[in-house]
Every structure is written in structure tokens, then in C-alpha cells.
């Protein structure tokens, strides 16, 4: 079955570290690949698209990669600071349709 | 620019009653998306409408769930009756076409406790 795996563990990292996040995949052929951000009781933020003959996307201090072989994204924060702290979802179109699935979400935590 | 509006931001039932939410999409998307995201999980889609006409609706618990998009612009979807497993935050999003294209615009969500 399709299945979109992020480290349901939170990860706590010291400000002005980079923060790297891993979405795994299983079962499916994305042609794209999407990275948002929550904080508590608010909606998603877009923050990155990425497409499957790209293998890194840039912007401000973000930056993806997607691995189509490893099925594998990863979503780097350098230089993080304590507002980076909030949950990082990754999102890819189910196989064939236009149908955007959403991973569990892994929880950054930066302190000071 | 105005963002995906939604109402109400929360909302206390018991098991068996009815809900109803609304969300006003951004004007010009073609694309809107009903999403319930239970604590500690992501978002799951529940309908996915292109102008007024439904694209997909496979995860939409079509006995006690329903949704409709007027004229291709606002959206309610119901709920009737509630059960104790519809508790989580539904979330609305739109976008200008489809999600290959470019981001969702999501909206604040609307909490739903059923007790």
C-alpha cells in the first residue's frame, strides 16, 4: 500500500544548527513533491515544491532535495532559530491523479 | 489578498447530532479541498471539488458526510449524524488550479469536538 513516512519523533535542535527532516515514501511515482508548515491551531503554509527533475530547490534559508531512487525528500533549515519551531508536513500526489497525501508530520523544536 | 476563510473556529456537538462548516475560498481558485486532520496526524482529504464539480470524494464517508460547492466559489460540508471519531479540525484549502502547479492556501480550520 502507498505509505508517506516522517519521524513521527520530535526533533530538538540548538538555534543556529541545521535542521534536517526526512520524508520516505513507499509505493508511489510523484512527479512532485511539497513541504508545509504548521503551528498549533493554525492551518498549512506552503513552503517548497520540488519536481521529479529537480534535485534541490532553494529559498531563503530552506533547502529540499528529492531523491527519486531513495523515494526519499529531505527539507534542511540552516542557521535555525526558535521561530523555525512548528511541525514540517510533507505532501505528494497519490499515483496518478491530483490528489495531494499528506505525511504525519515531524515536530521541530529549536531552543535557544 | 484575502485568505481561505472558515467558520465556525470551533464547535461543541454531542454524538448524533448535526454540523455544518463553511469556508470561502480566495477568490479565482478554481480548485477547493476539504481536509480533517485528527490530533497528532496530517491532514487526510475528504473531498476535492474543481469549480462546482467534484474531482474526488473516495475518502468521504459518504453515509454521514456531505459536501457541496455553490456556483464554484463558497463550501459547506455537513456532517449528520456525528459520531465521537469525527472530533478533529477540518481544515478547507484552495488553489488557483490544481496541486501540481503550485501551493494550497489553507484556512485556520474549524475544531469539531463531539462528545
Known amino acids: 500500500s502507498q505509505k508517506i513516512e516522517q519521524n513521527s519523533e520530535a526533533l530538538n535542535i540548538q538555534e543556529g544548527k541545521t535542521a534536517t527532516l526526512t520524508c520516505n515514501y513507499t509505493?508511489?511515482?510523484?512527479?512532485?513533491l511539497q513541504w508545509y508548515r504548521q503551528d498549533p491551531g493554525r492551518g498549512p503554509v506552503f513552503l517548497l515544491l520540488?519536481?521529479?527533475?529537480?534535485k534541490e530547490k532553494r529559498k531563503e534559508r530552506l533547502k529540499v532535495t528529492f531523491d527519486t531512487t531513495l523515494k526519499q525528500s529531505l527539507f534542511h533549515i540552516t542557521a535555525s532559530q526558535p521561530a523555525d519551531s512548528a511541525t514540517y508536513l510533507c505532501?505528494?500526489?497519490?499515483?496518478?491523479?491530483?490528489?495531494?497525501?499528506f505525511g504525519t508530520g515531524t515536530r521541530l523544536q529549536v531552543f535557544p | 489578498e484575502a485568505g481561505v476563510a472558515q467558520s465556525p473556529r470551533y464547535k461543541i456537538i454531542e454524538k448524533r447530532q448535526s454540523v455544518a462548516f463553511w469556508c470561502n475560498p480566495i477568490?479565482?481558485?478554481?480548485?477547493l479541498y476539504w481536509y480533517q486532520q485528527i490530533l497528532g496526524q496530517g491532514p487526510k482529504l475528504l473531498i476535492q471539488?474543481?469549480?462546482?464539480?467534484?474531482?474526488?470524494d473516495s475518502q468521504l464517508p459518504k453515509d454521514r458526510f456531505s459536501a457541496e460547492r455553490l456556483k464554484g466559489v463558497d463550501s459547506t460540508l455537513k456532517i449528520q449524524p456525528a459520531k465521537l471519531e469525527d472530533s478533529a479540525v477540518y481544515l478547507c484549502?484552495?488553489?488557483?488550479?490544481?496541486?501540481?502547479?503550485?501551493?494550497?492556501?489553507f484556512g485556520e480550520g474549524s475544531r469539531l469536538t463531539v462528545l
Open positions: 484549502a484552495s488553489s488557483l488550479q490544481g496541486a501540481d502547479t503550485g501551493e494550497l492556501f
Open positions: 509505493n508511489y511515482s510523484p512527479a512532485y
Open positions: 520540488i519536481r521529479e527533475n529537480e
Open positions: 505532501a505528494l500526489p497519490s499515483n496518478n491523479t491530483d490528489k495531494l497525501i
Open positions: 477568490s479565482g481558485h478554481a480548485t
Open positions: 471539488f474543481q469549480n462546482n464539480g467534484v474531482v474526488d
